[in-house]
C-alpha cells in the first residue's frame, strides 16, 4: 500500500471547482483533488500545465484551505508576463481539470498546537490564511498571530477575512499607509513562537533582518519565497 509521501508525490487529476477572480490582480481556484492527502497548514501543491505538443510547465502554490475543508483552494496572483500564472488567471473554468501533486513542504508547515507567528506580503498571505483556518478550526486562534502587509487594501487578497481575524495589515503604497518595519516587527516578535515569513525575496530579507534585531531566534525562522529578487518583485 502507498505511503503518504508516495501518494503526495503522485501526478493525480484535479477538477476545477470554482474560479473566483479577485480583480486583475489573481484568481481563488477550488480544486477537488482525489484521494488526497491531507495537507498540514503552509504546504503547497505542485500545478502542471501540458500543452498539446507535450510540452509541460509546473509551479507550487500553497494551499490556503485549511486541512478540514473538503476542496483544496489556491491563490493565484498573476505575474507580468508569468506563463502559468497567466493561464490559470485568464483561462482556466470551472469543469478544467490540472494535473497536481501534493502536499509539499515539511519546514514551512504548522502544526496547530504550538505559538506561531505569520507575516507575509502579497500573495505570501496564502499559506497563512491556511494557518489561520485551521486555527479557527481546532479552536486555538490565540496561539496564531498574524502581521500582513500589500501595497494596497485591493492588493491584499483575504482582507477581509484577514482583518476579521485581527490580523496586523500594513499598506505600504496607499495615502497615510505604513510599513512592517523594524518597530512594528519588534512590538509582535515572540521568542516563544515560530516565525513563518512569506512573500518576495526582498519582503522575506526584510522581515528576517527585522525579527532577528528583534531577539527572535535565528532557529524559530522559517522563509518561504515566492518569486525573483529584485526592486520590482516586491508586493510587500
Ligand atoms: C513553495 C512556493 C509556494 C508558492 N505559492 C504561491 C501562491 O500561493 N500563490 C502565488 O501566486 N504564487 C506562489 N508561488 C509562486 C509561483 O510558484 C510562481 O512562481 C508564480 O505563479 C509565477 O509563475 P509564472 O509561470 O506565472 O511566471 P514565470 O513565467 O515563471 O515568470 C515570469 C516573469 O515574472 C517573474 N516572476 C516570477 N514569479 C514572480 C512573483 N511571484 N512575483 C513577481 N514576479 C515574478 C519572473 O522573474 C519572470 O520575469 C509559490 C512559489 C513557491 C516556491
Request: aromatic share 0%; glycine share 10%.
Given at each position: 500500500m502507498a505511503t503518504d509521501p508516495q501518494r503526495a508525490a503522485t501526478w493525480r487529476d484535479a477538477k476545477v471547482v470554482s474560479v473566483d477572480h479577485h480583480g486583475e490582480l489573481g484568481v481563488i481556484l477550488r480544486l477537488h483533488v482525489p484521494d488526497r492527502v491531507v495537507h498540514r497548514p503552509g504546504q503547497h501543491y505542485v500545478l502542471r500545465l501540458r500543452a498539446e505538443d507535450g510540452y509541460t510547465a509546473s509551479r507550487s502554490y500553497s494551499a490556503?484551505?485549511?486541512?478540514?475543508?473538503d476542496l483544496v483552494e489556491l491563490y493565484v496572483e498573476k505575474v507580468p508576463d508569468g506563463e502559468v500564472s497567466g493561464f490559470l488567471a485568464e483561462v482556466v473554468e470551472p469543469g478544467d481539470v490540472l494535473e497536481c501533486r501534493g502536499p509539499i513542504g515539511r519546514w514551512f508547515a504548522w502544526d496547530g498546537a504550538t505559538p506561531a507567528l505569520g507575516i507575509g506580503g502579497g500573495s505570501g498571505v496564502a499559506p497563512l490564511v491556511s494557518m489561520l483556518r485551521h486555527a479557527r478550526a481546532v479552536g486555538r486562534p490565540e496561539l496564531l498571530h498574524l502581521a500582513v502587509s500589500a501595497w494596497t487594501a485591493e492588493h491584499l487578497p483575504y482582507r477581509e477575512e484577514l482583518e476579521a481575524a485581527g490580523a496586523l495589515v500594513a499598506y505600504?503604497?496607499?495615502?497615510g499607509g505604513s510599513r512592517l518595519d523594524a518597530a512594528v516587527i519588534a512590538a509582535i516578535a515572540d521568542p516563544g513562537a515560530t516565525a513563518f515569513v512569506c512573500g518576495s525575496a526582498r519582503f522575506t530579507l526584510a522581515m528576517e533582518s527585522h525579527l532577528l534585531s528583534a531577539g527572535q531566534p535565528e532557529a524559530s525562522i522559517r522563509i518561504e519565497r515566492f518569486g525573483p529578487t529584485g526592486e520590482n518583485a516586491e508586493h510587500g
Open positions: 490556503v484551505s485549511g486541512p478540514a475543508e505600504s503604497r496607499q495615502k
